[in-house]
């Protein structure tokens, strides 16, 4: 079956801009996490939903939020960028175990 | 979810035994013990979990002694591609909204 599937795979935005990720779970997977990975603080998790409704929240700023479809698809969106957020966003698919994907590359400058 | 403790890094050679310790002396009684691959700008990739005694797939072995407060990750003849960076986790794995708490991995490095 298809894996876990994150668009756009780069992205590139300026300081101040919002933007939005995207995140396909496997089939039948209703839990989709949400993690951020930099070279100075490694993998931190974000936000977690369960059948379109947020279960857990990480320890992040307002400017991150998230949703999740009736599909389990799941989207998170960072509004006003700052150079900080520029790191590797990486999503979680969960049934029994977790399962990511490729994660997508957010490029602040 | 319990704190571990890994390696910062590690090097090896090519048909070699690599064998990763996790320290994880606060596990509780329903964690589990899960081991990831993360190769540079991709996602964790799950390569092996356990909560006692030894557990062994395809590509790896886990050995984990009576007390659990610590564990083994053992890869065999590891070859250049192993190179990448190697995580424990321990935590209750069910479907609960248990998030995943990453320590900063080990960093193994397979030279020719």
């Known amino acids: 079956k298809a894996g876990v599937t994150q668009t756009p795979r780069y992205l590139i935005k300026t300081r101040g801009q919002q933007v939005t990720l995207s995140c396909s779970p496997i089939?039948?997977?209703?839990?989709v996490s949400w993690y951020q990975q930099t070279p100075g603080q490694g993998l931190q998790f974000l936000f977690e939903?369960?059948?379109?409704?947020?279960?857990n929240k990480g320890n992040f700023p307002g400017r991150f939020s998230g949703r999740q479809f009736s599909n389990s698809r799941s989207e998170m969106n960072v509004s006003t960028l700052e150079l900080g957020d520029s790191a590797l966003y990486l999503c979680a698919s969960s049934d029994y175990g977790y399962t990511f994907g490729s994660g997508t590359r957010l490029t602040v400058v | 979810l319990a704190k571990t403790t890994q390696p910062i890094s590690m090097d090896s050679y090519e048909g070699q035994e690599v064998n990763i310790t996790c320290s994880h002396n606060n596990i509780a009684t329903n964690d589990y013990i899960t081991w990831y691959q993360q190769f540079p700008s991709q996602g964790p990739r799950f390569i092996i979990q356990?909560?006692?005694t030894k557990v062994t797939n395809e590509v790896a072995s886990l050995f984990i002694p009576a007390d659990r407060k610590s564990s083994t990750l053992s890869l065999p003849r590891v070859s250049l591609s192993d190179t990448a960076v190697y995580y424990c986790?321990?935590?209750?794995?069910?479907?609960?909204?248990?998030?995943?708490?990453f320590g900063g991995g080990t960093r193994l490095m397979v030279k020719p």
């Open positions: 986790l321990v935590g209750d794995m069910d479907n609960a909204g248990n998030m995943l708490t």
């Open positions: 089939s039948g997977h209703r839990s």
């Open positions: 356990g909560y006692k």
């Open positions: 939903y369960f059948s379109e409704t947020q279960r």
